[in-house]
């Protein structure tokens, strides 16, 4: 099993519509967890950071479950600019290393 | 407040030949984190650097090497260098661990 999983896509999505991503992450140690965002043939882009108590940014929720080791990101309104794809990034407290899941595609279409 | 900073943005090498790629830090960070990014693939560790020294390194071979200065900047260096180093590379800093990365914008590799 992976240490860090997300379903790649491609998600296609119609404009305005509520999408939601999870990605799993297998040590139960974890501590840190973000959302990234990278566009075609750019560098991820940090979009929100993810704690316990869940959090909000605009149309951006992101929530933690330990209990079942999944984060999520939940997309409201879906514009056309959220197309990208999202990345999530789990701590591995271990070694301090960064893991990243391999992404998963979001296209939303008009 | 300046970013992280990559150089070259676009480097073109022939096979057998070396690379050294640059990388700053967000002013205050002593992390910097090497990653590769083939074409369509995911972000590939590759090295993290921490106060000067080598904290960790990905399944890379020993061709890829690095270093950090005592301003923090980073240096990567490819060695003898193949067709399918041919990628994206990505330079981050972050303030310290469990801090998110700050990505530069990469440098463009091309081996022909």
């Known amino acids: 099993r992976k240490e860090v999983e997300q379903d790649p896509g491609p998600f296609n999505v119609p404009e305005g519509a509520t999408v939601a991503f999870n990605c799993t992450y297998s040590n139960s140690a974890s501590q840190s967890f973000f959302w990234y965002r990278q566009d075609c043939r750019k560098e991820p882009k940090l979009l929100m950071s993810v704690y316990s108590s869940g959090n909000e940014d605009g149309r951006f929720t992101a929530q933690l479950n330990r209990a079942s080791q999944y984060i999520s990101l939940l997309i409201r309104d879906s514009k056309l600019s959220d197309s990208a794809t999202y990345l999530c990034?789990?701590?591995?407290?271990?070694?301090?290393?960064?893991?990243w899941g391999a992404g998963t595609k979001l296209i939303i279409k008009p | 407040e300046a970013g992280v900073t990559q150089s070259p943005t676009h480097l073109i090498k022939t096979r057998g030949q070396q690379a050294t790629l640059r990388c700053s830090p967000i002013?205050?960070?002593?992390?910097v984190y090497w990653y590769q990014q083939a074409l369509g693939l995911g972000l590939q560790f590759l090295l993290w650097y921490d106060e000067g020294e080598e904290r960790n390194r990905g399944n890379f071979p020993p061709r890829f090497s690095g270093r950090q200065f005592p301003n923090y900047s980073s240096e990567l260096n490819v060695n003898a260098l193949e067709l399918e180093d041919s990628a994206l590379y990505l330079c981050?800093?972050?303030?310290?661990?469990?801090?998110?990365?700050?990505f530069g914008n990469g440098t463009r590799l091309t081996v022909t």
């Open positions: 990034v789990v701590n591995s407290n271990s070694n301090y290393q960064l893991i």
């Open positions: 981050a800093s972050a303030e310290d661990n469990g801090s998110p990365l700050h």
């Open positions: 002013s205050g960070h002593t992390s």
